[in-house]
DNA sequence: GTGAAAGCGCTAACAA
DNA sequence: TTGTTAGCGCTTTCAC
């Protein structure tokens, strides 16, 4: 194979040869800072585009001290929730010309450490962060120092952080209502262990809350932990064999939903004839599962713009050397009602 | 609320004077080259702890025309093969110690090569991409120069680039097969539109070969093209009401497969008893839907850690100032056997 | 072993 | 309206 010679990189000054003119006028028209003369204006585009010259985005960003793009660390990028809200960040990010950089901490307290200082040395404007951790000193120090930051999904005590997070004590709400209407009184809820900081915490809550402004008292019976999918179908095994079995579950994830589904297929329990199921989190496949699934919808998309709007809009200020206050919005889930607790779909 | 004073960013000075040394040797600890005395290293390193200083990426990049990341372009995030090729990404560029920066170009010609110019502006050392253009100027440019940069998924002809592709001849032959081997003979295809580029052309041709290796011919009719759900509910009724119908449905794409069965179930045909149904692409779902599916499974994971670590290889040997003879390597699919093609599992 | 100084490619005063 | 020049923060010769 012929050895290809690395071809030089092109510079500034190769333009401003090609144009004619110094490395400063070249500047100032990619910039579009300052007046310029047509002329000058089209002979220097031209060189540009004749070269197909590209600046260098890492010489611009150490003398600007800015990059123009935003960094965004998820904690479970497997989980389709994720996608939808990644949809609303990079179309925020689009119309306000910032890029985006994504990492995967992957709930891993320590990769997110790492994932932040990687994402501080290339001195992005800001980050987006779904927190695995509570009490990462990072984030004070980030805080101390007013750098951009935006808490995603879930709330982070002790530090004033922008933060956008859904209703999850409604989410649960809604779906304890929805099965009490239905006629249920024996509801378990099913999580993955809480780390300390995750929204299951709050969904927990307003499952127990709902539970009692529905004059239905609280079992810690019905209330199961799980970690493996084999945690999974033992905890199903136990429910069902006691005494007071419940006639409803309520999934607070939508993995643990498939795995719930397996465990009720494996001891031959029907959904929704001998139980009712309702997941947390639309899917894709939500409407496709074997019953059709009643789900809590949770603004996902909107998450993801707000937090980006709201991160753009704290960069902004930054450099106007203004601090906003910090905020926390919270959006609202809904129902979506199908088939897995019990109704007819139309 | 007090404004915070911007804190000046901390520079390789800062540790410099604190240790009481030149920035030289500060940045020789941190470079871990030269010889240096155990007491100044020290030294150094505690200014660094005490300190929390992290070197700026931009001003370190610039000077050693490097950035020790490398980019991906993915074409539609939303799908959830996409996923499980990230993991294999990630993982080996975790290992080699690159860092990672995904865009999505939302299998839009233009905005790839938005996203390729971002990332060449940025400097970084490689690119992985899964095509969505086969006529892209920028590859040929970029093979030119011989710039790091393997092909995901797809193949562009006319081209000399690394290249990791499944066989997607290899699995609808597969699939073919084992419709065939269950007695049908009138197994229909459903794709979306393809683009020039993508893997369903061959996918589509595999079926046809298949379909000759096993006595059956290729019915026009069979071939059914869809773009949308509608599409798709379209489609599956002219399909069952002429007088050729289909006794299976080989699916070429995971969210298709979802409109397949949105559509036989709005027209009341049960799998696999009416009409077997074979997937592609294994997804967390797969098994749960209902019939649990039988699919084609890629390599996904494999296919990312192999496209991760020839990218890596092809980095190291343009730094020696070699140049690497550009490779296809084609990994296989394997059959998944669930229920939906008549079988029962055990 | 360590320091001084040049320069990576660009932008932004400051002059002209 | 344009050119000259001083850095942005770092690495890397070249001296010592």
Known sequence: MTDIPAKRKLTIEDVARQAGVSISTVSRVMNNTDYIADATRRKVQDAIDALDYRPNALARGLKQMKTDSIGLILSDLQNPFWLMVL????????????????????????????????????????????????????????????????????????????????????????????????????????????????????????YKQALAAHGLETDPALIKIVETKEDCLAAMKQLLSG???????LSTNNRLTLEILDALGTLNIAVPQDIALLGYDETEWSKHL????????????????????????????????????PVTVQLEPTLVIRESCGEILQ
């Not at 960040?89 to 320590?110: F, K, M, T, V």
């Not at 005494?243 to 579950?249: F, L, N, R």
């Not at 937090?307 to 203004?322: S, V, Y």
């Open 87 to 206: 949809e609303g960040i990079e179309d925020a990010c689009q119309e306000a010309g910032y890029s985006l950089l994504i990492l995967n901490s992957r709930d891993d307290p320590e990769k997110e450490g790492k994932n932040i200082k990687e994402f501080l040395m290339r001195q992005l404007d800001g980050i987006i962060i779904n927190p695995a951790s509570e009490d990462n000193p990072l984030f004070a120090a980030l805080a101390a120092e007013a750098f951009p930051l935006v808490f995603l999904n879930r709330r982070v005590k002790g530090v004033e952080v922008d933060t956008v997070v859904a209703d999850n004590f409604k989410g649960t709400m809604l779906a304890v209502s929805h099965l009490a209407a239905l006629g249920k009184n024996r509801i378990a809820i099913f999580l993955y262990p809480a780390n300390g900081i995750s929204p299951r915490q709050e969904r927990l809550e307003g």
């Open 243 to 249: 005494s007071g079995k419940p006639d409803a579950i």
């Open 290 to 325: 074997n019953p059709p699934l009643t789900t809590i919808r949770q603004p996902a998309y909107e998450m993801g713009r707000e937090a980006a709007e709201r991160l753009i809009l704290a960069i902004a200020a930054k450099r106007r050397g203004e601090t906003m206050q």
